[in-house]
């Protein structure tokens, strides 16, 4: 799918039609390759422009392509057979220039970029390179730190940055391709050599090795195991060292380890996950392509702690007008401050003005009267919560719609103290809320369809990933993550360490071990919470035995080290040790070897050595395993509404493809084997006990994990 005509007398135009983005499916190569033949081999035709239907030139590759065999011609000959032409080709670029898409571009004499144009070469983010010769042009054309910045991050840049770079020839504002005609027209009769990418040398560079070395150190630090910025800079590498023939050999040889590795598999599932979390429904049949959001324009948000100052910082970037409320001057000073540094900020690093008169700062629930949503980030306590509905019930218009930002807390009962439950949803924040990238939307019972969509949509103008979830303790995320933290503190009772644990899950892919994250976020969180659910305190019953709590084997180390004042790095100490209260860089503490070695003793618990194995799979295989349960209670509507609130919300190795995708790649039969195998030895840990889904799926053969929702027997589902 390639359209071809003849313009201008001496112009042939090749369009490419694949919407939506015009990805080179195998059709789209086999059109351009034609049109490319026909003009080069008609007489009348002096000058080719190329470009994209619909104001998009073409966003690379066809990745639905990729789970099958290659088909049709390939693109680096198509590429090579457009420069080596002896006619000048154009390539007019609009809209989007990704990955082989560039690389079709890069293969073409002369680029002209609308103004709004972005480009890039984002196949590391798919666990790839750009292997059309992107990774032996562009360091030939922009020099190597730039390239290899570009190829390693994935960045999208500007046309204008393009400009600047020398990626492309020319941006304009009127339309791109009367303005790539034009300068085929105007090139026509110049030779061509100096234009062929492919011919050029990299610009020298002094101190070679050291590039290099420094770029293989920075993506081995940023990339926490993942196989394509390495793979990447080695093929920049190439392109500085060998000639170009040779440079294209590495690149394809490099491609080939990637493109058949688990994590080019399981970015490209992120990719699709992704975009399918955006399409959510409701039992009642309301969905994503029949429910209208509301235009909201004005937003009251509740609370100005980190959460809420977060969201208002949120809001106000995706251009809506907010009324930030705090109940006390010193608080609502201390907001306006941090929101007002942090927008100030933003705007001078995007070198644009900070959008302040978007924002007014109130004392009193009275100022929210007239705006469209808002979003209440008070303490997490049901009580306070409620009684802040009720107050929004009374003073806000009768239409406005009232957003809750919990953890956890049951939506539907704050709801029911309002005169509104259909125009109440939850919208699960993470911190820091502005940079955070996941939002839960938990729909409750009564939420509407106008509700869900408003909040998703909400959601994704201010840049989220949205995930709807159903209304359960903990919703998704912090339900599935009890597991996890359960695992990894009983780990510790059993003999390991917690610079063990974290050292295996970084290892693993984490950003941050599980005893690390705690001391960041602060221990004293969750202790509050356990004393309030009955965990901790008077409520519990003397005559159990103390690591037995509510039915379950319960370890008391987190309550014995907050009692102690360690709340991690508030306070300088927690499960490790700080310079000072505040500080961040994390140190084995001695003293904790002795707290846990008395414990034991104290417990006689016998300490054994626990291997990397046994960690990994105790925290990953505990955590999917409760996944499996959420899919069966209705919570989530797939496996892959699950993975990206694990992507974007946790910090879960994106190349091992969330949770329930890691599972499926290790394959389940053994994940089922395993969690038996944990179960046996610990029958007190419920959680360990393997879900029905998951056995129904390894009765079925273990079918791929698209067909997953086909085996769920969810009675209640809420999604
Ligand atoms: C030897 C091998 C040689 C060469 C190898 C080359 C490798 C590549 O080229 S890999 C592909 C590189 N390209 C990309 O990574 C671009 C991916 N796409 C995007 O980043 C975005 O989709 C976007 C193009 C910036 C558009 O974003 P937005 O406007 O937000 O729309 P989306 O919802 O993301 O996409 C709409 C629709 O299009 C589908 N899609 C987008 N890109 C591709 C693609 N490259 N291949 C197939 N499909 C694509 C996307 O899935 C959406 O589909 P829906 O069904 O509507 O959800």
Redesign the pocket.
Known sequence: MAQYARTKGSIALITLTNP??N??SSAVRKGITETVSRALNDTQVKAVVLCGENG?FC????????AKPMSGP???PMIHAIEAGEKPVVAAIEG?A????L?LALGCHYRVAHAKA?MG???V??G?L???G?TQRLPRLTGIPTALELITT?R?ITAQEALKLGIVDKVTDGNVVDAAMEMALSVIGRPLSPRRLSTLSTPPLANLDGVFEAAMAQVKRRSRGAMAPVACVKAVRAAAELPYSQGMKRE?EL?GTL?SSGQAKALQYC??AQ??V??WSLPNGAQWNNSRPRDIRTAGVIGLGTMGRGIVVSLVKAGISVVAVEMEEKQLDLGRKEVTGILERDAKRRGVTAPLHLISFALSLQSLRGVDLVIEAVFEDMELKKRVFADLSRVCNQNTMLCTNTSGLDVDQIASVTDRPPLVVGMHFFAPAHVMKLLEVVCGPRSSAEAVATAMSLGKRMGKVSVAVGNCPGFVGNRMLKSYMDESVFLLEEGASPEQVDQALEEFGFALGIFKVGDLSGLDVGWRVRKSSGLIGPDVNPTFPSRVRQGRRYCPLPDLLCEQGRWGQKTGRGWYLYDSAGGRVARPDPEIQRFLQDYRLRYGIPSRRISEQEVVERCVFALANEGFQVLEDGMAAGPEDIDMVYVFGYGWPRHRGGPMFHAAQVGLPRVLQRLEFYYRENPDIPHLQPSALLRRLVGAGSPPIQQWKQYIRSTHSQL
Request: proline residues 7%.
């Open positions: 939506p983005v990805a080179l998009q966003g690379g590759a066809d990745i639905k392509e990729f390939a693109l680096v989007i990704l990955g082989g898409g690389e972005r070469l984002p196949e983010t798919l790839l750009p292997a059309a992107g994935g999208h394809l491609m493109m990719f699709f975009r399918a955006g399409k």
